[in-house]
């Protein structure tokens, strides 16, 4: 069994939006690292505003990025997100995600990716399903009310908010953006290292470090 967590950033949230950075992190059953995914993608459409005001991605930043390819060029070189037949896909909120990438591929003119059945634990089960971190741990600490991220990080325990920083800081640095870029879009791109889908992943993969036996328990 393996999971994949991950996130995408968009233009937005309409039916016309795309991904423009999908980012995810590989595990083993034992949650250890196998493999980092990041990367940007260029498409025609114009972001969001609010959007915009999250990811930072403005035209000129994604095309540098992304070196001006689409989400459809690139996400099909990672053939294991297809051929994998025991994988868990692991997000927060993630009907939005898994429809933010099939309405890409699907108005680019591919085919839905299979991101299998829901589930609601992480028990190491046969096929391809997808998970979403938000319900358990919005009834962990919230009540049951739907839990921003940035609240959910508060929740940590094994590691301060300062120890996750560093270390994703190290990964940022080799996975984040690649060298050879200008000073000023490094430089802006520096500003949303904290607020783009590599670092909430990153996040996933401590809440379920810290976190993964309660959820397991809650729904046995």
């Known amino acids: 069994m393996k999971y994949f967590l991950y996130d995408v950033e968009t233009t937005g949230f309409t039916r016309r ?5 999908f980012s995810g992190y590989l595990l083993d059953d034992n949650l250890r690292n196998e493999h980092i995914i990041n990367f940007y993608a260029y498409t025609q459409i114009e972001s969001n505003p609010d959007a915009l005001k999250v990811h930072h991605l403005d035209k000129k930043l994604l095309w540098e990025l992304s070196q001006g390819k689409t989400f459809e060029e690139q996400i099909f070189q990672y053939k294991f997100l297809f051929d994998a037949k025991d994988i868990t896909f692991v997000g927060y909120n993630i009907p939005f995600d898994n429809r933010l990438v099939n309405q890409t591929l699907k108005n680019n003119g591919y ?56 270390v994703y800081d190290v990964i940022f640095k080799n996975v984040g953006m690649s060298s050879g870029f200008s000073e000023d879009l490094a430089k802006q791109n520096e500003i949303s290292k904290f607020h783009n889908s590599l670092y909430d992943s990153f996040i996933y993969w401590c809440l379920l470090l810290d976190y993964k036996t309660q959820i397991n328990c809650m729904f046995r």
Do not use: W
């Open 17 to 21: 939006d795309e991904v423009i950075q």
């Open 111 to 166: 085919e839905p990716f299979n991101f299998g059945s829901k589930v609601t634990a992480l028990a190491k089960s046969e096929g391809r399903h997808y998970f979403d971190l938000m319900p358990p741990m919005s009834s962990m600490f919230n009540h049951g009310i739907k839990m921003k991220l940035s609240d959910t990080i508060k929740q940590i325990k094994f590691k301060s908010l300062k120890e996750i920083n560093e």
